[in-house]
């Protein structure tokens, strides 16, 4: 999806015991407006989100808040399926991922590469918890990820400060280089829960034994 404007999908649900499940798998979302994907949900509400091998390529701000993120999640209930497995962020404007309310989300085999023009921007945002593993980040700590109003926590296997080396990010060319510090680095009992068997292009996801960071 490319070149849409603000909310390119959007979601809310208004009643207080609504069930709502979203899976988003193999997806490119490309130069839109934030958010890309707005989730809201009221009261009692219960929802399971997966994003699943998806690259976020350069979307950006349309409007004058500063909270606006790539995928926005808002919520009143207790949510704690949200999952982020094998995804791409590539200089995308504003926040990332926002979370508000109770929420969990768990951030698996992913690389963010925040937008550098941007003074002071944090990834992660909102009131949630984020649990995040197997994931290269261009920032170079944990406690640079979040604002300040979010709790984060980061395990030993992800890595700070790295370069994932594309073949060639400026023409959106995200596979990863053969000396790629994301080969072989990712976590593979996570595909198996959320039944990842394949890439974003329908390869195996799984070559040498272990699974890669990112989409490819």
């Known amino acids: ?23 988003f798998e193999d ?15 009221f009261e009692a509400s219960r929802c399971r989100l ?5 690259v976020f390529n350069r979307n950006f701000q349309v409007s004058s808040s500063s909270t606006a993120a790539v995928v926005q999640l808002r919520t009143v ?14 200089e995308n404007e504003q926040y990332e991922i926002a979370a508000s309310g109770p929420s969990i989300s768990y951030i698996n085999n992913s690389i963010f590469i925040d937008n550098q023009n941007l003074l002071n921007k944090f990834i992660l945002n909102g009131s949630g918890t984020y649990i995040v ?11 640079l990820i979040a604002a300040s109003n979010s709790t984060i926590i980061c395990d030993s296997t992800n890595l700070f400060g790295v370069d994932p080396l594309f073949v060639n990010p400026s023409a959106s060319d995200f596979h990863l280089q053969p000396c790629s510090p994301a080969i072989n680095a990712g976590k593979n009992a996570i595909l198996d829960s959320l039944g990842i068997t394949n890439d974003l292009e329908g390869n195996p996801r799984i070559r040498n034994g272990v699974v890669d960071m990112g989409p490819y």
């Open 1 to 23: 999806l490319k070149d849409n404007g603000d909310y390119t999908i959007w979601y809310i649900g208004y009643s207080a015991t609504n069930d709502a499940e979203f899976d």
């Open 27 to 41: 997806c490119t979302f490309e130069e839109n407006g934030l958010p890309v994907i707005y989730l809201y949900f």
């Open 50 to 54: 997966e994003i699943k091998n998806c």
């Open 77 to 90: 209930g207790d949510i704690s399926n949200i999952f982020y497995s094998n995804c791409l962020f590539f």
């Open 133 to 143: 593993a197997n994931s290269i980040f261009r920032l170079p700590s944990c406690d």
